[in-house]
């Protein structure tokens, strides 16, 4: 493949005559200086004995030494403090380099012209369904509209239905599946209960015998 045109330098670039101020501020918010750690915040130990936890049967002091309780996770425990954050009144917002126009910018009429047959696509796809298909390649303005409202059009709304359909098909069958999953649940929870209505009478008749 020929191209007739080469790369353009862009059109403005950044100042070389400025740079961010040294007092520019960026941090949108800043620790609350008014915020005060709350009294006894350290004292709150990270991990504690686990209270049920209890010594083996088989624990001898003299061999094993004096027995302690493994430790857990305290769920008093909230971490290292930090103040809260506020907005910061010196933010100025992200800095943006000025800029001025290149100078080695040259306009090129030619930079997209290609001296080929052929066009070559490279698709990255991040939604699976898209179709990519019917290129146009022209240069007449009028072609590419009645292609967009014509044949482009008629297409794309028969492939919008059939999206619906799918969707709507896909619905109502995870709707009968949970549905019959509901169905299930209920059938095991009325199945219990009948089996332990069933343990009741049968207690119930025991004792009567007893009787």
Same mark, same amino acid.
């Given at each position: 493949?020929?191209?007739?045109?080469?790369?353009? !330098?862009?059109?403005?670039?950044?100042? @070389?005559?400025?740079?961010?101020?040294?007092?520019?501020?960026?941090?949108?918010?800043?620790?609350?200086?008014?915020?005060? =750690?709350?009294?006894?915040?350290?004292?709150?130990? =990270?991990?504690? !004995?686990?209270?049920?936890? =209890?010594?083996?049967?088989?624990?001898?002091?003299?061999?094993?030494?004096?027995?302690?309780?493994?430790?857990?996770?305290?769920?008093?425990?909230?971490? &290292?403090?930090? !103040?809260?954050?506020?907005?910061?009144?010196?933010?100025?917002?992200? %800095?943006?380099? @000025?800029?001025?126009?290149? !100078?080695?910018?040259?306009?090129?009429?030619?930079?997209?012209?290609?001296?080929?047959?052929?066009?070559?696509?490279?698709? %990255?796809?991040?939604?699976?369904?898209?179709?990519?298909?019917?290129?146009?390649?022209?240069?007449?303005? +009028?072609?590419?509209?009645?292609?967009?409202?014509?044949?482009?059009?008629?297409?794309?709304?028969?492939?919008?239905?059939?999206?619906?359909?799918? &969707? +709507?098909?896909?619905?109502?069958?995870?709707?009968?599946?949970?549905?019959?999953?509901?169905?299930?649940? &209920?059938?095991?929870?009325?199945? +219990?209960?009948?089996?332990?209505? +069933?343990?009741?009478?049968?207690?119930?008749?025991?004792?009567?015998?007893?009787?």
């Amino acid at each position: 493949m020929s191209m007739t045109g080469t790369s353009c !330098p862009p059109k403005e670039i950044n100042d @070389p005559s400025i740079t961010k101020p040294a007092d520019w501020v960026e941090e949108k918010e800043i620790p609350d200086p008014e915020d005060k =750690k709350p009294e006894g915040y350290d004292d709150i130990p =990270k991990e504690i !004995p686990d209270p049920y936890a =209890k010594k083996p049967e088989d624990w001898d002091a003299e061999l094993d030494g004096e027995w302690e309780a493994p430790t857990i996770p305290n769920p008093e425990y909230k971490g &290292e403090w930090h !103040p809260k954050l506020i907005p910061n009144p010196a933010y100025k917002g992200p %800095w943006v380099h @000025p800029q001025i126009p290149n !100078p080695d910018y040259h306009h090129d009429a030619h930079i997209y012209a290609y001296d080929h047959e052929y066009v070559a696509f490279e698709i %990255w796809q991040v939604k699976s369904g898209t179709i990519f298909d019917h290129i146009l390649v022209t240069d007449s303005l +009028e072609e590419a509209e009645a292609f967009a409202t014509g044949h482009f059009a008629q297409q794309q709304k028969a492939e919008k239905a059939m999206y619906d359909k799918q &969707e +709507e098909e896909k619905q109502e069958k995870e709707k009968a599946e949970r549905e019959a999953e509901k169905q299930n649940l &209920e059938e095991e929870e009325k199945k +219990e209960d009948d089996d332990d209505d +069933e343990e009741e009478e049968e207690g119930k008749g025991h004792t009567h015998d007893e009787l």
